[in-house]
Nanobody, 125 residues
């Protein structure tokens, strides 16, 4: 079992940066694929980015591909989401999630077993 704790959100001006962290408990962290999702008020939760077990492979949504970078440090049981050039439309609660497999279903919330509690990101114009 894995417990995930999201942190690092806050209020930032458009064009600014934030780094989110997803800290995990348990000794099996490196056996999980980790993703970030976000959910804006009144909208469905949407996929942002995912990283493979070792960090060798990543996949990002087109809307963030040139601005956000996902990385992981298995020694620290932590995954990061570096967010640059933030836009007001990036405002949302951001969640990390974990699953065992790496396949094309990465954008579907139902394939993830564990979720963090979420961290609020607000970008002002």
């Amino acid at each position: 079992q894995v417990q995930l704790v999201d942190s690092g959100g806050g209020l930032v001006q458009a064009g600014g940066s934030l780094r989110l962290s997803c800290a995990a408990s348990g000794r099996t962290f490196s056996t999980y694929v980790i993703a970030w999702f976000r959910q804006a008020p009144g909208k469905e939760r949407e996929f942002v980015a995912e990283i493979s077990w070792s960090g060798g492979s990543t996949y990002s949504a087109d809307s963030v591909k040139d601005r956000f970078t996902i990385s992981r440090d298995n020694a620290k049981n932590t995954v990061y989401l570096q967010m640059n050039s933030l836009k007001p439309e990036d405002t949302a609660v951001y969640y990390c999630a974990a699953r065992r497999s790496w396949d094309s279903s990465m954008t579907m919330t139902r394939v993830y077993t564990y979720w963090g509690q979420g961290t609020q990101v607000t970008v002002s114009s």
